[in-house]
């Protein structure tokens, strides 16, 4: 439960202070990932990068990664508002559940995606089962009313799950990335 005094700024503060194990996780996959980035683009012979707006790649993509995408997108927004602690027993209910909804989407609809590991599911698809078992999980302990439990479960979800898988489709050469970035001389 968050003050109603508490600014933005300081809300934004305590989601960052509030479970070492959420800062260790962002941290080890924000290193990972630019990790990876570096040896990912030294291969291909440091091309010169640039900021472009191409989503020709997302529109001619087949129907499961368009829902994918939507389901994502909507899950970080909805899931966002719900970590600044929106007030309101009602609305965090309906944002919970719209939450969900959309976490589910994203995850069940990853399966019909493959690409990172060829024809085969990738390590990322282990974050779309851990999603899909979490979620009840998360709604089963705050129908039962252990609310520590229920905030531990949806917070790891989403920065474990949503700002890990969500920051790894921003590598080089996968298809965020591309509507993004170019490497263009
Ligand atoms: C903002 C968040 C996200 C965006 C924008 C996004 C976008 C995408 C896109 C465009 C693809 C297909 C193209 C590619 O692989 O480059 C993809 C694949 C995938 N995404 Fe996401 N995603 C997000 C979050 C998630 C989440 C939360 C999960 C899991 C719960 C997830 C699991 C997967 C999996 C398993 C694949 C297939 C990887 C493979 O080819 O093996 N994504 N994502």
């Known amino acids: 439960m968050h003050s109603p005094e508490l600014s933005l700024r300081s809300r934004l503060w305590r989601i960052r202070l509030d479970r ?14 630019l990790l990876i980035s570096w040896m990912i683009l030294k291969a291909n012979g440091n091309p010169p990068i640039h900021l472009h707006f191409d989503a020709s790649q997302l529109v001619d993509a087949s129907i499961a990664i368009k829902v994918h995408v939507a389901g994502a997108l909507s899950a970080f927004v909805i899931g966002t508002m719900l970590m600044l602690g929106v ?5 965090h209910k309906t944002l ?4 969900v909804g959309a976490m589910m989407v994203t995850a069940l609809s990853s399966f019909f995606v493959v690409g990172l590991n ?3 599911f990738s390590w990322i698809h ?4 851990w999603t899909v078992i979490g979620l009840p999980m998360g709604i089963t302990a705050a129908r039962r009313k252990n609310i520590a439990s229920h905030r ?3 917070t790891g979800m989403f920065v ?20 993004f970035f170019t490497n263009g001389a």
Not at 96 to 99: F, I, K, L, P, R
Not at 126 to 129: E, L, M, P
Not at 160 to 179: E, H, K
């Open 20 to 33: 070492p194990s959420n800062r260790i996780v962002i941290g080890v996959a924000l290193l990972a990932y």
């Open 87 to 91: 007030k309101g027993r009602g609305l």
């Open 96 to 99: 919970g559940y719209s939450w």
């Open 118 to 120: 060829g024809n085969h």
């Open 126 to 129: 282990g974050i779309s089962a």
């Open 152 to 154: 531990k479960q949806m």
């Open 160 to 179: 474990g799950a949503m700002l890990v898988a969500g920051l790894f489709t921003f590598l080089p050469g996968r298809m965020m990335w591309s509507i």
